[in-house]
T-cell receptor
Framework: AQSVSQHNHHVILSEAASLELGCNYS??????LFWYVQYPGQHLQLLLK??????LVKGIKGFEAEFIKSKFSFNLRKPSVQWSDTAEYFC?????????????FGQGTTLQVKP | EAGVTQSPTHLIKTRGQQATLRCSPI?????VYWYQQALGLGLQFLLW???????NRGNFPPRFSGRQFPNYSSELNVNALELEDSALYLC?????????????FGPGTRLTVL
């Protein structure tokens, strides 16, 4: 069965520190990859997505992610975090070749940025 | 542009009752998705509707059902409620059925089963 694993459940950083959140998936076929963010009191919103092409994807608010097919990974990065990045981050995968409508989510990573 | 809306915000039911949750997609979106976010289980895919038809369902019992109306809004019905149905139910919509379409999420309905 397909699954998504986020290795870090809770990350605490100081402002200006660099961020990398790990995401690995298990599926042998073509995939679409997403990172969603949920700020406190708000609903899930898309940070960035990968469907094809350049494996380095840039999203909103200075976030980027790199798809490494050989490692089944799609790690999220930001060079310098801000207090406003405090949120829960979810990695998600959908099948690329057959449309099931289903997003498979990781368990989420809570990021706390200290001012 | 209005986002995905869901009602009610909170719903409290007792075991054995039925719950009805509603979702209005973003204008122009034809696909609606339902997810359950239960404590400790993460976000689990429940149902997908597109153009009024159920296209796929997740690994949930048949007492979870729903429908999509001609205006693309959707209802999720949960019959014979059980305590473990207590969760946040999220609705999402997308522009069409292609797998690369972004799913836009609503704020959710918090269902509590007593």
């Amino acid at each position: 069965a397909q699954s998504v694993s986020q290795h870090n459940h809770h990350v605490i950083l100081s402002e200006a520190a660099s961020l990398e959140l790990g995401c690995n998936y298990s599926y042998g076929g073509t995939v679409n990859l997403f990172w969603y963010v949920q700020y406190p009191g708000q609903h899930l919103q898309l940070l960035l997505k990968y469907f094809s092409g350049d494996p380095l994807v840039k999203g909103i608010k200075g976030f980027e992610a790199e798809f490494i097919k050989s490692k089944f990974s799609f790690n999220l990065r930001k060079p310098s975090v801000q207090w406003s990045d405090t949120a829960e981050y979810f990695c998600a995968v959908s099948e690329g070749s057959s449309n099931t409508g289903k997003l498979i989510f990781g368990q989420g990573t809570t990021l706390q940025v200290k001012p | 542009e209005a986002g995905v809306t869901q009602s009610p915000t909170h719903l409290i039911k007792t075991r054995g009752q039925q719950a009805t949750l509603r979702c209005s997609p973003i204008s122009g979106h034809t696909s609606v998705y339902w997810y359950q976010q239960a404590l400790g289980l993460g976000l689990q895919f429940l149902l997908w509707y597109d153009e009024g038809e159920e296209r796929n369902r997740g690994n949930f019992p048949p007492r979870f059902s729903g429908r999509q109306f001609p205006n693309y809004s959707s209802e999720l019905n949960v019959n014979a409620l059980e305590l473990e149905d207590s969760a946040l139910y999220l609705c999402a919509s997308s522009l069409g059925a292609a797998s690369y379409n972004e799913q836009f999420f609503g704020p959710g309905t918090r269902l509590t089963v007593l």
